[in-house]
């Protein structure tokens, strides 16, 4: 979260600072998501992977 001064001044930062951490919010969601559908979709390759490991 950003701070506003109460003069004012730094409210440019203060909104290029919420556009950065809402887009790296974004992102963590899309790689988490993504990660999830791909563990759901293919459930079967990490455990063959393992198996034929050990």
């Given at each position: 979260?950003?701070?506003i001064?109460?003069?004012?001044q730094g409210t440019d930062n203060y909104y290029k600072?919420?556009?950065i951490t809402s887009?790296?919010?974004i992102l963590r969601m899309v790689i988490?998501?993504?990660?999830?559908?791909a563990?759901?979709?293919y459930p079967q390759r990490?455990?063959?992977?393992?198996?034929?490991?050990?």
């Open positions: 979260m950003g701070i001064t109460p003069n004012g600072s919420e556009i887009g790296y919010r988490f998501f993504s990660n999830r559908s563990a759901t979709l990490t455990t063959d992977e393992h198996n034929s490991t050990s």
